[in-house]
Nanobody
Framework: QVQLVESGGGSVQSGGSLRLSCAVS????????MGWFRQAPGKEREGVAV???????RYADSVKGRFAISQDNGRNTLYLQLNSLKPDDTAMYYC?????????????????????WGQGTQVTVFS
């Protein structure tokens, strides 16, 4: 059974940094793509960053140059480094892995289906 568990969220002042982690388990063969998403109150969930098995990365324009997605060698842990945080970055952050059927997202020009989700970790940025 695939499980994703996020951690690392918190409250931080504008301009600060956080590092989110996502523990991934239950795969025999890891998925092609894994990603980070976020959902602010009253808004739809949006894709933030995606990473491929080969290490290829794509980012939403709103976070490009500030956030960095990475994975460990075994692809058991997914990371998202959040730098230069802004109040607009306040949201629940979720990690997800590729699965079809699922929900289709396009992140930085790369579109695919995501079907396994974690429970989320809250990031709050205050000014």
């Amino acid at each position: 059974q695939v499980q994703l568990v996020e951690s690392g969220g918190g409250s931080v002042q504008s301009g600060g940094s956080l590092r989110l982690s996502c523990a991934v388990s239950g795969y025999v063969a890891s998925p092609e793509y894994m990603g980070w998403f976020r959902q602010a109150p009253g808004k739809e969930r949006e894709g933030v960053a995606v990473i491929g098995r080969s290490g290829e990365t794509r980012y939403a324009d709103s976070v490009k140059g500030r956030f960095a997605i990475s994975q460990d060698n075994g692809r058991n842990t997914l990371y998202l480094q959040l730098n230069s945080l802004k109040p607009d970055d306040t949201a629940m952050y979720y990690c997800a892995t590729q699965r079809s059927p699922g929900t289709y997202y396009k992140i930085g020009g790369l579109g695919t289906w995501f079907g396994y989700w974690g429970q989320g970790t809250q990031v709050t940025v205050f000014s």
